[in-house]
């Protein structure tokens, strides 16, 4: 059985940087059938899509966060990784991540359960 | 990016009823159209990929049906499990994006 599980710090403070850690079992991060994916939304919003990444290491931004975000993997850990910069209080938000499947992307399935980002000033 | 519209927002409905809720893409999406259940402090399941093929235990009163950039999901006989807020999600290019929601509560 696959599963995801977020991790990571609760609080952040504005202009500090966000790191979230996905930790997967049940399927490996190095395999080719899949994209690993960030997704967060803020509270009683819509859902938005921040990214993925391929085992290649190869990436996909939203470009409305490109310039902040990164994501990475370590195969040896089977864990995938959000870094989100100059956090502001639009950032705060519940952070999911997510498989994708590569011959058929936009398959996100499973979730992890999120993990509740806050903002602080 | 392409925008994804659904509707209603919010749908008020008693159990044994069947709803309907539409979305539309703002351009052709061909079938890469997702549908996922989300309900209250828990995160989206995938009911629907894509656009009408039904996820393995999703039960058969979900059905999905569109392509191009009309597309709906249909409810029949619900139960009270159903009652949560759906999400559509478009997958024909990057970045993916979501409709904002309806939310299905009991009349």
Same mark, same amino acid.
């Given at each position: %059985?696959?599963?995801? *599980?977020?991790?990571?710090?609760?609080?952040?403070?504005?202009?500090?940087?966000?790191?979230?850690?996905?930790?997967?079992?049940?399927?490996?991060?190095?395999?080719?059938?899949?994209? +690993?994916? +960030?997704?967060? %939304?803020?509270?009683?919003?819509?859902?938005? +899509?921040?990214?993925?990444?391929?085992?290649?290491?190869? /990436?996909?931004?939203?470009?409305?966060?490109?310039?902040?975000?990164?994501?990475?993997?370590?195969?040896?850990?089977? *864990?995938?990784?959000?870094?989100?910069?100059?956090?502001?209080?639009?950032?705060?938000?519940?952070?999911?991540?997510?498989?994708?499947?590569?011959? %058929?992307?936009?398959?996100?399935?499973? +979730?992890? *359960?999120? /993990?509740?980002?806050?903002?602080?000033? | 990016?392409? !925008?994804?519209?659904?509707?209603?927002?919010?749908?008020?409905?008693?159990?044994?009823?069947?709803?309907?809720?539409?979305?539309?893409?703002?351009?052709?999406?061909?079938?890469?159209?997702?549908?996922?259940?989300?309900?209250?402090?828990?995160?989206?399941?995938?009911?629907?990929?894509?656009?009408?093929?039904?996820?393995?235990?999703?039960?058969?009163?979900?059905?999905?049906?569109?392509?191009?950039?009309?597309?709906?999901?249909?409810?029949?006989?619900? !139960?009270?499990?159903?009652?949560?807020?759906?999400?559509?999600?478009?997958?024909?290019?990057?970045?993916?994006?979501?409709? !904002?929601?309806?939310?299905? !509560?009991?009349?």
């Amino acid at each position: %059985q696959v599963h995801l *599980q977020e991790s990571g710090p609760g609080l952040v403070k504005a202009s500090g940087t966000l790191s979230l850690t996905c930790t997967v079992s049940g399927v490996s991060v190095s395999s080719n059938n899949y994209y +690993w994916s +960030w997704i967060r %939304q803020p509270p009683g919003k819509e859902l938005e +899509w921040i990214g993925n990444i391929y085992y290649t290491g190869s /990436t996909n931004y939203n470009p409305s966060l490109r310039r902040r975000v990164s994501i990475s993997l370590d195969t040896s850990e089977n *864990q995938f990784y959000l870094i989100l910069t100059s956090m502001t209080a639009a950032d705060a938000a519940v952070y999911y991540c997510a498989r994708d499947t590569f011959y %058929q992307s936009g398959r996100l399935d499973p +979730w992890g *359960q999120g /993990t509740l980002v806050t903002v602080s000033s | 990016d392409i !925008q994804m519209t659904q509707s209603p927002s919010s749908v008020s409905a008693s159990v044994g009823d069947t709803v309907t809720i539409t979305c539309r893409a703002s351009q052709v999406i061909s079938n890469w159209l997702a549908w996922y259940q989300q309900p209250p402090g828990k995160a989206p399941q995938l009911l629907i990929f894509p656009s009408s093929t039904l996820q393995t235990g999703v039960p058969s009163r979900f059905s999905g049906s569109g392509s191009g950039t009309d597309f709906t999901l249909t409810i029949s006989s619900l !139960q009270p499990e159903d009652f949560a807020t759906y999400y559509c999600q478009q997958s024909n290019s990057f970045p993916y994006t979501f409709g !904002q929601g309806t939310k299905l !509560q009991i009349k």
